[in-house]
């Protein structure tokens, strides 16, 4: 329970108390005040009638003191008048029963009132002729009494839900402070370390705010000291430092990952650009006019290309460069091929090496199947065609790609939907194990296979670029999570809590984009309750950088039903660690181009020790995929990764 709820309970329980006491005094007071005027009201009533019978008691004329009596006890006033002789012989009796009208029975059950009743001797001279018993009858003061209680019942109840609607307005400003307080532990607690920028009043708060600005300004500028020197590290590792692109190494490591990775596209294309006859202008004037020319080229590049989803730009040779841009149609990217063309020359003929440098640009299209060397083996023959074309040439090779089977795009649509409506997939998982705890399992990273017609099992690298170019990944996604939670809640049912059971589902970026999935899946994870912290939700590197929002909000509703959220094939992009640190996923799944290159490369083992210690500061666990031998555990032990997934632990399965 929060400190401004106790408080507010507490003060209202006070206030409570006050009131419960004023309403019993003011109750009490007027049940007293009511007795007493009833009691004088019965001795005035004696009193007068004891004056009245003295002359006909003196006489012995009863029906004259009954007639007297009768003319007071008939006002309804009285509940009893009785006159006794002398000797104490009844000579009139009177009386009615109790009567209360228009007043609850608990009450006047509650709050009896409870007068004396008044006396009076009738007397002639000095002789004692009898004496009168008066006892009033309540009913009016009983009426008085619960029409008061109720008025002050009602104005106790308006002043005291006003003091706390008061209340609840005067602790809102006074725990301000503690608010902010809290959502800036809170946001450090998700490593984002944000700055309480008004300081309240109370000097005791003002000096808890100071010191969590100090604690989270130091953090920060530890991480920011963490980060830096890990991009440092990777810059000096993959990129080119002449034009601030990836270098030839940095641009294999992606070129390598987009084509042998998870990461599925229908179409990506490969854009090269040779500076022609520039080795000429450093011979006649010099490197610095060099690199004006390669920075010129790559700023054009990034100007005109920077704006798509998914983009490597890359120094690749001396006086080349290759652009790679994924899932763009052949007619957009025609236009901006031909928008950097256009770009270069303007650029060019502004620049001091005017009229003496030329390039040539190939433009070529790959797919999901196709081999690196195939690929540049048609970008060289689209560049030596675009040379033989003359100066500053473009050439575009029209896409010669064949379907992986005689299938073709449409027959892959309907095997896919037809899967889909039958529900024919099967779930496989691969295991993920803990490198520090004797190899435990930590969980299974499912893959979906789909089963044909003929109860074959197809492979995924085969269905799923065509799933990607139809647009049928949220669908595919739907059934994939569907049998995972199906599988989670069987275990669940059965109570067991074997690590086996814990799965990740990598989903697509075309289903994270659409509305209706997420909706879908929210539904979904809240019916998991407790077992949503055997779940984990994956989204590649490229995933999380084609859509940043929406992996936020997934990365949150993950947070909000207990389930982990992961990054995968991460840390190859040049926006990778500040990715890290802006999203602080659980974990991360390190690319396996950087395992294989850290067993070959010292400053590539650097850079992984850099980005373990910085995931490691922001509590996010590491874990290594495609590990495939007993040296690459030792290496990665070394750096303090903590997990690892790859054929050496087991395929999927």
Same mark, same amino acid.
């Given at each position: ?42 001795? =005035? ?59 609850? #029975? ?11 009743? %008044? ?37 106790? %109840?308006?002043?005291? !839900? ?12 006074? *725990? ?28 005791? *708060? ?11 300004? $130091? ?15 990777? +810059? ?28 599925? !596209? ?37 100007? &005109? ?17 290759? !652009? ?11 236009? #901006? ?31 999901? =199947? ?39 795009? !449409?027959?892959? +649509? ?17 295991? &993920?194990?803990? #490198? ?12 979906? $296979? ?36 199906? $599988?989670?809640?069987?275990? $669940? #049912?059965?109570? =067991? ?32 309750? =407790? ?11 490229? %995933?999380? *950088? ?34 890290? +640190? ?31 210690? *910085? ?39």
């Amino acid at each position: 329970m929060s400190l401004r709820s106790r408080l507010f309970i507490a003060i209202s329980l006070v206030f409570l108390l006050i009131f419960a006491g004023l309403m019993t005094v003011s109750i009490s007071a007027t049940k007293g005040y009511l007795e007493e005027q009833l009691s004088s009201h019965a001795q =005035d009533a004696a009193n007068a009638l004891a004056h009245s019978l003295s002359e006909s008691l003196a006489n012995s004329d009863v029906s004259l003191a009954k007639t007297q009596v009768a003319t007071v006890f008939d006002r309804g006033y009285y509940q009893s008048i009785v006159v006794l002789t002398a000797t104490g012989s009844p000579i009139v009796n009177k009386s009615l029963p109790l009567k209360i009208d228009n007043v609850p #029975l608990w009450f006047s059950n509650y709050l009896p009132l409870d007068p004396s009743g %008044g006396e009076a001797f009738v007397s002639a001279g000095w002789r004692q002729l009898g004496k009168v018993i008066v006892k009033s009858q309540p009913t009016y003061a009983y009426q008085h009494l619960w029409r008061t209680s109720v008025q002050l019942l009602v104005w106790l %109840g308006l002043i005291y !839900f006003g003091s706390l609607a008061l209340m609840q307005l005067l602790l809102h400003f006074i *725990l301000q402070p503690l608010r902010l307080i809290e959502q800036s532990a809170l946001a450090v607690q998700r490593k984002h370390f944000e700055q309480i920028a008004t300081l309240p009043r109370p000097p005791e *708060l003002a000096r808890v705010v100071r010191a969590m600005n100090d604690m989270s300004r $130091r953090v920060s500028e530890m991480l920011d000291a963490e980060t830096a020197k890990a991009e440092d590290l990777r +810059r000096q590792a993959h990129d080119d430092e002449l034009t601030g692109l990836a270098n030839r190494r940095g641009f294999e490591l992606r070129l390598n990952e987009l084509l042998d990775g998870d990461l599925q !596209f229908s179409q990506a294309t490969v854009i090269v650009v040779e500076l022609d006859d520039i080795r000429l202008i450093r011979e006649s004037h010099g490197f610095g006019e060099c690199l004006v020319l390669l920075q010129l080229v790559a700023r054009a590049a990034q100007d &005109v290309l920077g704006g798509q989803q998914f983009t490597i730009f890359s120094r690749s040779n001396e006086f080349a460069f290759s !652009f790679v841009a994924v899932e763009l149609t052949t007619e957009r990217m025609a236009e #901006l091929a031909t928008a950097l063309r256009q770009r270069l020359i303007h650029d060019i003929e502004r620049g001091p090496a005017a009229g003496q440098v030329s390039f040539s640009m190939g433009v070529v299209y790959f797919h999901k =199947d196709d081999k690196r060397s195939d690929i540049f083996a048609r970008a060289d023959l689209a560049v030596e065609s675009s040379r033989q074309s003359g100066r500053n040439g473009l050439m575009v090779l029209t896409d010669q790609h064949t379907e992986t089977s005689s299938l073709g795009s !449409f027959g892959w +649509r309907m095997l896919i939907e037809n899967a889909l409506a039958e529900n024919r997939w099967m779930l496989v998982a691969q295991p &993920v194990v803990s #490198l520090t705890d004797s190899k435990k399992r930590i969980h299974g990273e499912v893959l979906a $296979r789909l089963i044909d017609a003929q109860g074959q099992l197809v492979p995924a690298q085969e269905f799923l670029p065509m799933a990607a170019r139809h647009r049928l990944m949220p669908d595919i996604d739907r059934a994939l999570v569907s049998l995972a939670l199906a $599988r989670l809640a069987v275990a $669940r #049912l059965g109570q =067991d809590e074997d690590e086996s059971e814990n799965m990740a589902i990598n989903l697509s970026p075309q289903s994270i984009a659409d509305q209706e999935f997420v909706a879908w899946l929210v539904e979904r994870l809240s019916a998991l309750k =407790d077992a949503g912290r055997r779940l984990s939700i994956e989204l590649s590197e490229f %995933g999380v *950088l084609r859509d940043t929002e929406a992996a936020i909000g997934l990365r949150e509703i993950a947070r909000d039903h207990d389930v982990k959220f992961g990054i995968d094939h991460f840390g190859l992009d040049p926006q990778a660690l500040k990715l890290m +640190r802006q999203l602080t996923p659980d974990y991360v799944k390190l690319s396996g181009r950087l395992i294989r290159d850290m067993t070959l490369e010292d400053r590539a083992g650097e850079l992984l020790l850099v980005i373990v210690k *910085l995931a490691h500061t922001l509590d996010v666990a590491v874990i290594a995929q495609n590990v495939e031998s007993e040296a690459q555990i030792a290496a990665l032990v070394a750096v303090g990764v903590d997990g690892g997934q790859g054929y050496y632990f087991g395929s999927p399965e």
